[in-house]
């Protein structure tokens, strides 16, 4: 079997797979990262939704021959501590019921915040279609994405502000 590395979550990993080994399940069963989760194992739910190279992917799509050299980020690599705005938000929206597709939704979201910060409702819509909810909670998850932009934006202000103090402060 052939050896890969993976830069997944800002750290290599290396181990053996066959090449033809989904993603999917390199994360979660070689390396223990279960908070991406197997949904239908065809791309069509977007539980599985990691970040590749920055973009939303379907990790049971992707060979893990065709990962290597590409940065990898999954739910567990978003914050450590849930402390990634969406996360907060999701908490504060009470958005999750059965939780299974979150991961997923929360992923997609985060790609979305990286490309439009301040998303309209249609291009929340547009970003979120593909994710599926068996609960059907995308009224919540849509406010979550506006209050996660919010508290990105604030998050923003806040540290300009703060440079722009520490600035002054030492030419002042």
Known sequence: MPAYTLTVNGEP???E????TPLLWVLRDVLHLTGTKYGCGAGLCRACTIHLDGEASFSCQIPISAAEGRNI???EGLSPDRSHPLQQAWIEEDVPQCGYCQPGQIMSAAALLARTPSPSDDDIDAAMRSNLCR???YNRI?????RAAKMKQAGATAAAASGANAEET???
């Open 17 to 20: 797979a066959a090449a033809d």
């Open 135 to 137: 609960c059907g909670t």
């Open 13 to 15: 990993r290396r181990f």
């Open 142 to 146: 849509r406010s979550a994405i506006h």
């Open 73 to 75: 980020t999954t739910i």
């Open 170 to 172: 030492r030419h002042g």
